[in-house]
C-alpha cells in the first residue's frame, strides 16, 4: 500500500468514526443547559438542577432527553409551550419519578406533528397515572429499594426494577385509556396489565416481580387510579 | 270492380304465387325437424355439472394446463415472499426470527409491503422517532429494514410517503396514542414479534 492508498485508508476510517466516537461521548449537563438556553425556558436552574438529580439514576435517558431538549428548540411552538412540557419533565424527576415513558411520548407527539398542547396534556396524564401506580405500589407493600439500601421487606424491590414495574403498569393504562377505554372496566385494564407484563416476563422483567404484582394488584385498584387521571 | 271480381283476382293470384314457390314449401316440414334436432339440447345445472367433471379430451387438457399455470404462479410468489421472510435460506439478515447478536441485541426485521411507494421508513420507540428507511431493492414493493434491538417492548409505526401507518400486520399487539395507531413488538422471549 503506497502513502497515498495509507493517507486516504486513515481519513475514511477517521471520517467513519468520528460519529461513532461523537454519539458515545459523555453527555454532560452543560450540553442540557445550551440546549435549554436556546429555547430559550423561563426557569432553566429550576429544570438544570432536576436533570442532575436524574443523571444520578442508573435509568435515566440521558441521550433521548438531550434529542427531546433540541426537537423542542427546533420547533416552531411558542416557547411557553416548550417550557410546559419540560416542567412536568422536570417535576417527574424532582419527584423521583423514571421520565423514559415520559421522553418517549414527548418525541413520538413530535414526530407525529401534534401540537405542543396536545404533548403537553398527554405528559401531564402520564405524570399522574406514574404517581399514582407507584402510590398503589406502595399501598399493596411494594416498595423501591434504592441501590445500597438494606432491604426492610422483602417485597422491596431495587429501584431499576420497580421502576420498570411503574413504566409498563401505568403505560398500560395510559394506553387503555387513549384507546378510549374506560376507567370503569378494572377488568379489561387488569388484563391488559396482565398480558403486557406476561409478554415481558423474563425478558426485562423478572418473574417474581411479575407474579408479586398480579397478586397483590386487583382490576379494582386500576380502576382507581385511571380515575384519578381521567378526573 | 266488383266484389266478384276482387275475390277472383285475389284467389288467382294467391294461386299463382303458391305455384310459384312450391318448390321452397315441398318438405319445409321435414327440414323445421332436421335442423330442429341438430341443436343441441338446452342443459339443466346437473348436466353442465356433470360434463365440466367429465369433458372432452380437448377441454379436459385445457382446464388442466389453466390449473396448472395458476399453481405455478402463486407456487412462485409463495416461494419469493419464503425466500425474503422465512429463517433458513441464504439471507439470515431478513429474517423475521430475531438473529441474536454478542451484544445481546436481535437483529428485527420490519416489513411492509407497499407496492407503489417511493419512500417507507420505521419510526418507533427504537431510534427515537426518527425515521430509519425500509429498502426495497429487487423493487417487487416488499419493503424492509433489519435493526438490531435489545429485548424489550417497542412501539412503532411505519411512514409511507409521507403518511403514517401504525397497523403492522406482523405486531404483537396495537395501541392508539395520540389519536392514531401504534404497533408494538415484544422482543426477547415471549414475543420476538414473529
Known amino acids: 500500500m503506497n502513502l497515498r492508498k495509507t493517507r486516504v485508508f486513515w481519513t475514511f476510517t477517521l471520517l467513519l468514526l468520528l460519529p461513532i466516537l461523537g454519539v458515545s461521548a459523555q453527555i454532560s449537563l452543560m450540553d442540557y443547559e445550551q440546549g435549554l438556553y436556546s429555547i430559550p425556558v ?14 444520578t439514576q442508573a435509568d435515566f435517558p440521558a441521550e433521548p432527553l438531550l434529542r427531546l431538549i433540541d426537537r423542542l428548540a427546533s420547533h416552531p411552538g411558542a416557547v ?8 412536568i419533565l422536570a417535576h417527574a424527576l424532582e419527584d423521583g419519578l423514571p421520565i423514559e415513558g415520559l421522553v418517549g411520548k414527548a418525541l413520538e407527539g413530535l414526530a407525529r406533528n401534534v401540537s405542543l398542547q396536545q404533548i403537553e396534556q398527554g405528559l401531564s396524564q402520564l405524570l399522574i397515572l406514574l404517581a399514582e401506580t407507584r402510590d398503589l405500589f406502595y399501598s399493596k407493600g411494594i416498595f423501591n429499594a434504592p441501590a445500597g439500601a438494606p432491604q426492610a421487606v422483602p417485597t422491596a424491590i431495587p429501584t431499576l426494577r420497580f421502576n420498570q414495574l411503574l413504566i409498563h403498569v401505568s403505560g398500560t393504562i395510559g394506553d387503555f385509556l387513549e384507546s378510549g377505554g374506560s376507567p370503569f372496566e378494572g377488568h379489561l385494564l387488569y388484563q391488559g396489565m396482565h398480558n403486557r407484563l406476561t409478554m415481558l416476563q423474563g425478558i426485562t422483567l423478572l418473574p417474581e416481580d411479575v407474579e408479586l404484582v398480579l397478586d397483590r394488584i386487583e382490576p379494582s385498584d386500576l380502576t382507581q387510579v385511571a380515575l384519578v387521571a381521567v378526573r | 270492380m266488383k266484389h266478384d271480381e276482387l275475390d277472383n283476382l285475389l284467389r288467382d293470384t294467391l294461386k299463382a304465387d303458391v305455384a ?121 414493493g416488499i419493503w424492509t429494514a433489519s435493526i438490531p434491538l435489545s429485548p424489550g417492548r417497542y412501539e412503532y409505526a411505519f411512514i409511507i410517503d409521507g403518511r403514517w401507518w401504525g397497523q403492522d400486520p406482523l405486531a404483537d399487539d396495537y395501541i392508539q396514542s395520540f389519536g392514531e395507531y401504534s404497533s408494538v413488538r415484544y422482543i426477547g422471549r415471549g414475543g420476538d414479534g414473529a
Not at chain 1, 80 to 87: R, V, Y
Not at chain 2, 128 to 138: I, P, V
Open chain 1, 80 to 87: 411557553f409551550e416548550k417550557d410546559g412540557i419540560l416542567i
Open chain 2, 20 to 140: 310459384a314457390s312450391k318448390s321452397c314449401i315441398l318438405g319445409m316440414e321435414d327440414r323445421v325437424i332436421m335442423q330442429l334436432g341438430e341443436r343441441s339440447p338446452r342443459l339443466r345445472w346437473s348436466q353442465w355439472l356433470a360434463q365440466l367433471a367429465a369433458p372432452t379430451r380437448g377441454v379436459r387438457l385445457g382446464q388442466i394446463a389453466v390449473v396448472g399455470a395458476t399453481a405455478a404462479i402463486f407456487l412462485f410468489i409463495g416461494l419469493a415472499l419464503a425466500n425474503r421472510i422465512l429463517p433458513g435460506n441464504n439471507s439470515p439478515g431478513l429474517s423475521l426470527q430475531p438473529v441474536r447478536s454478542a451484544d445481546g441485541n436481535q437483529e428485527v426485521l420490519f416489513v411492509m409491503p407497499a407496492l407503489d411507494a417511493e419512500s417507507v421508513a420505521v419510526v418507533g420507540s427504537f431510534n427515537a422517532w426518527e425515521g430509519t428507511a425500509l429498502s426495497d431493492l429487487d423493487g417487487d
Open chain 1, 42 to 55: 423561563s426557569n432553566p436552574d429550576f429544570i438544570l438542577f432536576t436533570i442532575e438529580l436524574g443523571m
